[in-house]
């Protein structure tokens, strides 16, 4: 059983930066692709980021392209997301999950219990 924990979050002036973690215990992560998900306050769900098992970039949602970046350290079990100038609307729990993605469709069997990033304006 794979466990999931994401490093801690912060708050963060809106222009700032944050690097996320993602460590697995109980397996490797190699093996998965991984998924960055966040949700804001009232909101649902949403996806970020995917980068899979072999380290490829392969999905950022539209409003965080070019500000966010995904990358593995598959050594270390760990998957990172990277968050460049910061906005308030950045502000959520981010979570990291493990699983599968296979075009459009993907299936996420891990999670991590999330990390709640706040950015000030």
């Known amino acids: 059983q794979v466990q999931l924990v994401e490093s801690e979050g912060g708050l963060v002036q809106t222009g700032g930066s944050l690097r996320l973690s993602c460590a697995a215990s109980?397996?490797?992560?190699?093996?998965?692709?991984v998924g960055w998900f966040r949700q804001a306050p009232g909101k649902e769900r949403e996806v970020v980021a995917f980068?899979?098992?072999?380290?490829?970039?392969?999905f950022t949602r539209d409003s965080v392209e070019g500000r966010f970046t995904t990358s593995r350290d598959n050594a270390g079990n760990m998957v990172f997301l990277q968050m460049n100038n910061l906005k308030p609307e950045d502000t959520a729990v981010y979570y990291c999950?493990?699983?599968?993605?296979?075009?459009?469709?993907?299936?996420?069997?891990?999670w991590g219990k999330g990390s709640l990033v706040t950015v000030s304006s």
């Open positions: 999950a493990a699983g599968w993605i296979r075009g459009y469709n993907y299936g996420f069997d891990y």
């Open positions: 109980g397996g490797t992560l190699n093996i998965y692709d």
């Open positions: 980068i899979n098992r072999s380290g490829e970039n392969i």
